[in-house]
């Protein structure tokens, strides 16, 4: 269903998920098939010049134009299916979000083509996309941009709780990112700190107490730790089950009655014993732009209370790998009162060789510096100094090896080494060897003056002739009549 009533009058088709090597010239060996083709544009980072996964392609006729959207939309280009609508130039079609729908819980085999001919039944689709990661692999929900909200409006009736594949999908018209559920209203949430044992029966049992669950999902981060996402008809719902949920101690009665023994014992606590580490939390699930952005905000407090508080900031390198925030702060206590630590780790959990600590106080950090730099711990001498920032301390190290004027550039100790050691045993010894050993200089000894006459003309020639110096030419004066005058340009007689 590519013609409907409000065709564009010119001939412009988007051609969007394309492969990163796809060129202009495979697009336009596949379209010139079709009819005539006027250009082509493959959009491209303005920097590195790499495919942005998208391009246009421009036919000199629209029914051209009709007919490649019709027989090649979802054709595979290097082994990727293509995605072809026609090229709207007016962004406010788009923006307004009139006859857009949102498709939630796609099945993961459910591809652009499954989802147009699923929608395509209902009115003329301009745009249709199942949303995916970096692999191609979809992420359960999609889009679809009718032409008229009448056909949206009979999609949403007629697909909504309707099973495609092997899930049941939800559809609903879209929102603007600002129109969608905020801090007030939201119906999905997120748990973490589960036990290793959480699966669906005791999340259904847990969340379902509080209204009817939609949709939920109990997934794994890379250290095996569990976390969960619940999605409730009705906003009242969720808020209920984080109200009552958020911090709600996961240990069995064992291991509580372990906990008090220890207490009762004096036993020193693990780090796993923490509160944060027991206690479940239960909020708003957020997207991966809101994170980022409380990411960006936290992040943004943090460095203005590092510029309010200079030189509590100690940076510690070559740690042992079996360092933790404990034991880190454990060598740091002695110096002073600790408002953070963090020894940085990769992905299985062991410790990246370096870390952080923040003192309370800038005679505090000092002391630290003095005390533990180059301090051998584990069989290892620490690297203790002043956190910097990223930019701060390639300034720094600009200014450390940029060459100066008669720094250690030009002028310098290297220079000196080099134009003096050096060229002294090389240029000089080289030439008084070869005027003393050379049959040409032997020769002129026996004549009277000559020597005195060579000597003269060579260090005129020099005086004048090195670059820099003054001297009339690259090496001073013009041809002598002696080859080793010659050479380095020596008046003669």
Request: a neutral charge; one cysteine or more; hydrophobic letters at 35%.
């Amino acid at each position: 269903m590519a013609s409907g009533g409000n065709v564009p009058q010119f001939a412009s088709l988007y051609i969007g998920d394309l492969h990163p090597d796809t060129t202009e010239a495979m697009l336009h060996e596949i379209f010139s098939s079709v009819g005539p083709v006027g250009s082509i544009r493959i959009c491209r980072d303005s920097v590195t010049r790499k495919s942005l996964g998208y391009g246009y392609v421009n036919f000199h006729s629209v029914s051209d134009a009709e007919r490649a959207l019709d027989t090649l939309n979802y054709s595979a280009i290097k082994g990727r299916a293509c995605r072809i609508m026609w090229s709207q130039r007016d962004p406010s079609l788009r923006k307004s979000g009139v006859g857009n729908i949102f498709v939630k819980n796609l099945d993961r085999n459910i591809d652009n083509k499954a989802l147009y001919d699923t929608f395509s039944l209902f009115g003329n689709i301009l745009s249709c996309k199942v949303a995916c990661d970096a692999n191609g692999k979809s992420r359960g929900y999609g889009f679809v941009h009718y032409e008229t909200e009448e056909a949206a409006k009979q999609a949403i009736e007629r697909v909504n709780n309707m099973q495609i594949g092997d899930k049941q999908v939800e559809v609903r018209a879209f929102q603007k990112r600002g129109e969608r559920d905020n801090a007030s209203t939201f119906t999905n949430i997120y748990a973490k700190n589960l036990p290793s044992d959480f699966d669906e029966e005791k999340l259904n049992s847990m969340f379902g107490a509080f209204g009817t669950i939609t949709s939920s999902v109990i997934m794994e981060d890379k250290l095996d730790r569990k976390f969960c996402f619940v999605n409730f008809e009705t906003p009242e719902a969720a808020a209920k089950a984080v109200e009552e949920l958020n911090g709600k101690d996961m240990r069995t009665e064992e291991q509580k009655a372990a906990a008090e023994k220890k207490d009762e014992e004096g036993e020193e606590k693990k780090e796993e014993d923490k509160p944060e580490d027991y206690l479940m939390y239960v909020g708003r699930a957020l997207s991966k732009a809101e994170r980022a952005r409380e990411f960006r905000e936290k992040h943004a407090s943090t460095e203005q209370a590092a510029g309010r508080a200079a030189g509590v900031n100690l940076y510690i390198k070559n740690l042992d790998e079996n360092t933790t925030d404990a034991s880190l702060r454990e060598l740091f206590e002695p110096f002073g009162g600790i408002t953070s630590c963090i020894a940085m780790k990769d992905d299985k959990g062991t410790c990246k060789g370096f870390g952080f600590v923040c003192f309370s106080s800038p005679d505090e950090a000092t002391k630290a510096v003095t005390e533990m730099h180059l301090k051998v711990v584990k069989g290892k001498p620490l690297y203790v100094g002043l956190a910097e920032k990223k930019d701060q301390r390639q300034e720094r190290l600009r200014q450390r090896y940029s060459p100066g004027g008669c720094g250690k550039g030009m002028g310098g100790k290297d220079m000196g080494k080099g134009m003096g050691k050096d060229m002294g045993k090389g240029m000089m010894g080289g030439m008084m060897g070869g005027m003393m050993g050379g049959p040409q200089m032997m020769g002129m000894m026996g004549q009277k003056g000559g020597m005195p006459m060579q000597m003269g003309g060579m260090m005129g020639g020099m005086k004048g002739g090195m670059p820099g110096c003054g001297g009339k030419g690259p090496m001073g004066g013009g041809m002598g009549p002696n080859p080793m005058m010659g050479m380095f340009g020596g008046k003669g007689p």
